[in-house]
């Protein structure tokens, strides 16, 4: 599985970018998806996560009610809509696909994306 990501880029505090992960999967549905983040000198965390059909998701604390994850199994790709960007939220984005639903580690996760940059200016 290959997973491309992208959409990242430069905005201010409080606004709005979506982020997409193309993925290459035959059989994109046997793939719960994920995002992560790492921002300059820190460790990757999780984000959050959609279940295969996209009927479940779950989030980190500190991204609930700003950042909502999707996806669109028709076109291989699942997104990530951030909302009221702060600058914390700088960081390279990851996207990862895995075959169980509902992880917040790396280990739970087989395939990952590039990344894609995202700054957020105060």
């Known amino acids: 599985v290959q997973l491309q990501a992208s959409g990242g880029g430069l905005v201010q505090a409080g606004g709005s970018l979506r982020l997409s992960c193309a993925a290459s999967a035959r059989t994109f549905t046997d793939y719960a998806m994920g995002w992560f983040r790492q921002a300059p000198g820190k460790e990757r965390e999780f984000v959050a996560t959609i279940s295969w059909s996209g009927g479940s998701t779950y989030y980190a604390d500190s991204m609930k009610g700003r950042f909502v994850i999707s996806r669109d199994n028709g076109g291989n790709t699942v997104y990530l809509q951030m909302n009221n960007l702060k600058p914390e939220d700088t960081a390279v984005y990851y996207c990862?696909?895995?075959?169980?639903?509902?992880?917040?580690?790396?280990?739970?996760?087989?395939?990952w994306g590039q990344g894609t940059l995202v700054t957020v200016s105060s």
């Open positions: 990862a696909a895995g075959v169980m639903f509902g992880s917040n580690s790396e280990g739970g996760y087989d395939y």
